[in-house]
């Protein structure tokens, strides 16, 4: 047994390889250092961030120009609007007691997309004993299919109802706050529409907004990422059923954004 074998060990930290896909960012970090805390061997694969260029065309040809460059316009606003709400984000950093700061001692393996050869190839020789995503690519059917082990996700946001991209902020919207929540999932060929293996709900702040609903549903989603991981360690992942309609939400276009904003205080 290796020396940091052993000291995992006596950290408590359960033996079970975990690999975590991600293209990065403060959020998926609370997770992989949650993970890192618990489980005594998780590397991170991490992806190159998608192009805007390609996220449009993408967009374009399902929704169309105007609506796609109306979410891009969003977007870039949300980045924008981080820097005025980070008193909030730090907030709730101390709240859940998490930390998206990378760590160094986690080792990183670079790639630029999961769905390449090489990331599959690099993916299997770490003989993971369960894959977890978290705001990556979406894998195509081939990728997921050379993955030897379960792959699980974690979606901010209450799936069947509130799939895709702003689960919290669309729930909102619509007057469903008891569906402002996340999802830890298996992953199919579907967009979250894998089975739902645990789900955790919140209730956020008068001064939360798009800009933080995100980290409030990570930073308070740990643990059933904990939970789900070790149910698969164990060979015992049980999915549940979720009664409800089952919708793909997608970023809304900048004057939808600012109307819900001006005339519902929803940002």
Same mark, same amino acid.
């Given at each position: 047994?290796?020396?940091?074998?052993?000291?995992?060990?006596?950290?408590?930290?359960?033996?079970?390889?975990?690999?975590?896909?991600?293209?990065?960012?403060?959020?998926?970090?609370?997770? +992989?250092?949650?993970?890192?805390?618990?489980?005594?061997?998780?590397?991170?694969?991490?992806?190159?961030?998608?192009?805007?260029?390609?996220?449009?065309?993408?967009?374009?040809?399902?929704?169309?120009?105007?609506?796609?460059?109306?979410?891009?316009?969003?977007?870039?606003?949300?980045?924008?609007?981080?820097?005025?709400?980070?008193?909030?984000?730090?907030?709730?950093?101390?709240?859940?007691?998490?930390?998206?700061?990378?760590?160094?001692?986690?080792?990183?393996?670079? &790639?630029?997309?999961?769905?390449?050869?090489?990331? &599959?190839?690099?993916?299997?020789?770490?003989?993971?004993?369960?894959?977890?995503?978290?705001?990556?690519?979406?894998?195509?059917?081939?990728?997921?299919?050379?993955?030897?082990?379960?792959?699980?996700?974690?979606?901010?946001?209450?799936?069947?109802?509130?799939?895709?991209?702003?689960?919290?902020?669309?729930?909102?919207?619509?007057?469903?706050?008891?569906?402002?929540?996340?999802? &830890?999932?298996? =992953?199919?060929?579907?967009?979250?529409?894998?089975?739902?293996?645990?789900?955790?709900?919140?209730?956020?702040?008068?001064?939360?907004?798009?800009?933080?609903?995100?980290?409030?549903?990570?930073?308070?989603?740990?643990? +059933?990422? +904990?939970?789900?991981?070790?149910?698969?360690?164990?060979?015992?992942?049980?999915? &549940?059923?979720?009664?409800?309609?089952?919708?793909?939400?997608?970023?809304?276009?900048?004057?939808?954004? =600012?109307?819900?904003?001006?005339?519902?205080?929803?940002?």
């Amino acid at each position: 047994m290796t020396e940091i074998a052993s000291q995992d060990q006596a950290a408590g930290k359960r033996a079970g390889r975990i690999v975590v896909v991600t293209a990065g960012g403060e959020n998926p970090w609370i997770m +992989i250092n949650a993970l890192a805390a618990r489980f005594a061997d998780v590397t991170v694969i991490g992806e190159q961030p998608e192009s805007k260029g390609l996220f449009l065309r993408r967009r374009a040809r399902k929704l169309g120009w105007m609506t796609a460059l109306g979410q891009l316009a969003t977007m870039i606003a949300s980045r924008f609007g981080k820097r005025f709400t980070r008193k909030r984000a730090e907030e709730i950093i101390a709240t859940y007691k998490v930390s998206g700061t990378p760590d160094p001692s986690i080792p990183v393996k670079p &790639v630029a997309s999961i769905n390449d050869a090489e990331a &599959v190839r690099q993916l299997r020789a770490l003989e993971p004993d369960v894959v977890f995503l978290i705001s990556c690519r979406m894998l195509k059917a081939a990728t997921l299919a050379a993955i030897p082990c379960p792959v699980i996700n974690f979606h901010a946001g209450i799936n069947p109802a509130y799939r895709g991209l702003m689960g919290g902020y669309w729930a909102l919207v619509n007057g469903d706050a008891g569906n402002f929540g996340a999802t &830890v999932h298996l =992953v199919d060929a579907g967009v979250d529409t894998g089975g739902v293996l645990y789900q955790s709900r919140q209730k956020p702040a008068p001064e939360d907004t798009m800009h933080t609903f995100p980290l409030l549903q990570t930073a308070a989603s740990t643990g +059933i990422a +904990i939970a789900a991981i070790e149910d698969a360690l164990a060979g015992n992942l049980r999915t &549940v059923d979720v009664a409800g309609p089952s919708r793909q939400w997608f970023h809304p276009p900048i004057w939808t954004w =600012v109307w819900n904003g001006l005339t519902r205080r929803i940002w």
